[in-house]
């Protein structure tokens, strides 16, 4: 028998099968059945999974539209009450240019002008408080970056120092935002530190031990 019979003979087939067999490996074990209550469990407890997620987003949501609306309704008169400002400026403006001696030897017509241009400047601030805008009231108090604007320092050792003295414009809040920061003028120099004494003394202390 030549090479050609025996590769294509039945014995051919035989040893083709039988390394078939080989690479195959052996015939695969039946599946193990799957318990139909542990596949519910499981599908119970990914349902749950996603409805509690999806409840956390909702209520998420609903907390990030309830503050939107509400930031809507505080900060909704932003930029009218900033312009109305500038109204409000002009009228103080005209009330502070009056001197005292003239508000003394005023007539009644004159007297009338200025109190209704007073009462004009108190019903607008009044009106805008309402809306959530208020006055800031610096005079005093001690310098603050978040709600006042430095303009100048006055040398004044009778106050401390970064104290209030002077409002050159008043400021206002609306909500809990600055809607314009006081101009202000703080005291330079004043009382520093009053713990000064104190500290001098325990160096001197230390210097005697």
């Known amino acids: ?14 040893a083709e099968n039988q390394i078939d067999e080989q690479q195959n490996g052996e015939p695969e074990a039946p599946k193990a059945e799957v318990d139909p209550l542990e596949t519910l469990k499981a599908e119970n407890a990914e349902l749950r999974d996603r409805f509690l997620r999806l409840a956390a987003e909702m209520d998420n949501l609903r907390r990030r539209t309830e503050r939107d609306v509400k930031d809507a309704k ?71 970056p978040n709600f006042h604007q430095a303009m100048f320092e006055i040398p004044n050792p009778d106050v401390p120092n970064n104290t209030v003295v002077q409002v050159v414009q008043a400021g206002f809040t609306i909500g809990d935002r600055v809607l314009r920061p006081a101009m202000v003028g703080v005291a330079k120099g004043g009382q520093k530190a009053e713990a000064q004494p104190e500290a001098n003394a325990a160096s001197a202390g230390e210097k005697g031990a």
Not at 1 to 14: R, S
């Open 74 to 144: 505080a900060y909704a008169v932003t930029g009218f009450a900033r312009d109305m400002l500038a109204v409000s400026d002009n009228l103080r403006r005209a009330l502070d240019a009056i001197s005292e001696e003239a508000r003394a030897s005023a007539d009644a017509g004159l007297s009338a002008l200025i109190e209704g241009v007073e009462m004009t400047e108190r019903g607008m601030l009044s009106t805008l408080e309402r809306h959530g805008v208020r006055k800031i009231e610096p005079q005093g108090q001690k310098f603050d």
């Open 1 to 14: 028998m030549t090479d050609e019979t025996k590769k294509n003979g039945p014995d051919a087939t035989v």
